[in-house]
């Protein structure tokens, strides 16, 4: 690489000594800056710059932005084929594409250079998931209804890593949020100050709803049930969400809350047609119960946390008591949902007018407007629907005492302020993730001093010293070595790299003991340590954070799905099934440690029975464990692997529709490790021509006609064919267009010249490429434990670590494991 950057800066220099001076040779030199002299220069000088543009000055030694913005425009005018204009000379395709080339490798080589952190980990803060976990495990909390993060400013991303030091700002706003987000946390862990007392409340009759429903539930039976219609992300909800309004509060405390419901599941034999209702009536219903926040004071619609808490299968035309203990924070209510039902139950009032209109008293036959079709179709009609007519709420049951963020705060049940130095130095020993200076603990006690004489309690101080040690540089920032010298992590460094790699979030007891002790200095315990926690419950924050940043999971329902054309992806809820189904397979190949190779080759996944029937091999998962994930093995060639999962297929289309440029863009970057330069800005979007004048590929091809063009498309395009036989969400098809006129060709050539004809192929031409794609992994995950991107003068280090699983066909958690023993992982 700098044999090749020198030759390109050579070439440079020699160039821009041209015309004031550029050399008479130097096109000959060089074909791209010989280039530029003969087709750019004349008409972008300094003295009279053609469109605001001058080239004259162009200096190729510089890295600076300004530099890059020059070389990417002329990159994209050239691709365009915009410049040079159409009265001057124009060169020939071979002069082109030779430019073109030579300009995007000085471009990647100065944006590697610039953004380089010369093989080091910056300096960085915690990221949003970072602290939010960090907070939870340091004050002993549960997060799944509490989020202090909500207001923090969205993380920058790099190459979709959150994790990135160099991309991870902090300004005087998210200061601000620290601050409060801190007293939040310390208000809400130490909140309970007596044991709670267990109490019940029962609701039956009165059950007012929500506006829209009140009157025709009022007519139909005078708010005796309540009763859920649609399923919980519908746009527009009609009783997606039951709640009971006279439990306006929600419970008093945090803790776990017996609910017993009384309930049964009607009209799964509606006369209703599949264009009145839409519902899979196949399927048994399944009632859930997500949390509502009743300080927000909307119950009836989607919050922005709600969190599935249980489900249950609720049986056909008999009243069941059903039983469920979950977690409730604070002014949190249990919300009732119809998981599985009905999409655009707005809609079916005028639907069975419309169409099942004698199925209805004449006496509501003549009605008009949204208002009386639906007073007359709850009352009369048969919609499909879970009915509760009771609900018991009890707890908090089974509850600690002292709480277990009391424990670990106070030390017992109270505050006793002669231990307030002892206290103070431990928390802040566990929040540092290291032994606080004495200066740090002098500094933290002296707020506490202040506040008590400033007419505070001594609880009160405490609890601001605890919010000030959460709001200090120590706890927000991973710990830098200990000289600024040094090459290589102290132990607490290490054990803080470790633990946020495998954890995302705090050492835990064990592993700081060790840092304590010195005892992080050899590869074995190292190992040990890496096996250890990826076999605890807490690597499954890595798995997700993993996932979310190597293969842009967290972008999923960025670009949501047409409402109408998959129904399916809303009714069933199939976002976050679709992301659990990618965790569960590289957790599945952890715990085994299995090949990462099994990412491209595997016949099997792990789904629920909403994902099966997605699939189309429902009978694999039985209807009384609809909720549970299962072990399935595809029949289908066309399924296995990353590339047969509706995860990766959802994210890698636009929502509406799926294009082969952007999914063959997302497997350049994400499988094979060889991503393309980003387009030119003016290139126009191709959208799929429903008429079925041409395809897609029909579409592409001419659009690659230009040498231009082409260099990067004969790249993108084949290995997005391929996978055109899924739709926006991972169904399978044959055709673009519902009437069959657009048959889908998924065969393509690679540029090499190999051929496959569908995506079961395609995977064998990849895995054919093996090394590529373990790199590739290999990168990400390097990536996701120094909080860096992997820069070229990593390359040794990137083989040496493959080098050590390479026999035994790249086992993933040894590879995990030999990324952690490595001198890479272990240094700066």
Known sequence: MLKVWSMLISSALLFAMACGGWPANAKAADPAFGFLANYCIECHTVDDPGGQREFETLDFANTNLDTQIKIQEIVDQLTLGSMPPVDADQPSDSERVAAIEQLTRVLESMREKSSSTGGQSVLRRLSRREYRNTVGDLLAIDMTMFDPTTEFPTDNLSQHFDNIGDTLVTSGHLLEKYLMAADRCVEKALAVNQRPQTKEWVYKDNFVQQPELNRAHKLAFNY?????????????????????????????????????????????????????????????????????????????????????????????????????????????????TFENGQHDVRGSYSRVFRNHVNTLPAIVRGG????????????????????????????????????????????????????????????ASRAYRRPPTTEEVAGLVGIYESRVAGGHTPFQAYKDTLKAAMCSPAFLYLSPPPLAEATALSQ??????????????????????????????????????????????????????FLDSWLNLRALGSMPPDPKASREYYAAGLEP??????????????????????????DYSFVNRDLAKLYGIEDQVPVDAAANFHRVVFRDPRRGGLLGQASVLTVSANGIETSPVVRGVWLLENVVGTPTPPPPDDVPTLDPDVRGAKSIRDQLVR?????????????IDPLGFALEGFDPIGRVRQHYDARGKQKIDTSGVLPGGDTFSGPAELRQRLLERKEFFVRTVTNRLISHALGRRIESSDRAAVDGIIGQVQED????????????????????
């Open 809 to 828: 066909d790249y086992p993933m958690a040894d590879l995990i494991a030999a990324i952690v023993t490595s001198d890479l992982f272990q240094r700066r």
């Open 492 to 545: 607490h460094g290490l054990a803080e790299r470790l633990s946020y790699f495998l954890t995302s979030s705090m050492p835990d007891d064990r592993l700081r003991s060790l840092a304590d002790k010195g005892k992080l200095d050899d590869r074995q315990t190292l190992h040990a340590e890496t096996m250890r926690l990826l076999g605890s419950k807490s690597s499954d924050a890595f798995v997700a954070d």
């Open 224 to 336: 005796k049930h309540l009763v859920l219609y649609d399923h919980p992300l519908n746009d527009k909800p009609e009783g997606a969400y039951g709640h009971l309004h006279q439990f306006a509060d929600g419970v008093p405390v945090d803790g776990v809350y017996e609910i017993k419901v009384l309930s049964q599941a009607l009209h799964r034999d509606t006369p209703y047609n599949k264009r009145t209702i839409f519902i899979d009536l196949d399927e048994p219903f399944r009632m859930g119960i997500r949390p509502g926040d009743t300080s927000l004071g909307d119950m009836v619609h989607t919050q922005p946390i709600q969190p599935k808490l249980a489900e249950t299968v609720i049986a056909d035309n008999e009243l069941k008591w059903y039983t469920f203990n979950i977690p409730l924070d604070r002014g949190f209510a249990p919300r009732f």
């Open 703 to 715: 659009h690659s006609e230009s040498a231009a063009c082409n260099l990067c498309h004969r790249k």
């Open 368 to 427: 008009r407007g949204i208002v009386e079709f639906r007073n007359a179709v709850i009352k009369h009609g048969q919609l499909p629907q879970i009915r509760i007519d009771e609900v018991r709420i009890r707890g908090p049951v089974n509850v600690d005492w002292p709480t277990r963020s009391q424990q670990r705060l106070l030390g017992g049940t109270s505050f006793d302020p002669k231990q307030a130095s002892e206290l103070i130095q431990k928390f």
């Open 577 to 602: 099934e679709m992301k659990q189904e990618t965790r569960l397979f590289l957790r599945d190949l952890i715990d085994r440690n299995a090949s990462a190779l099994l990412f491209l080759s595997a």
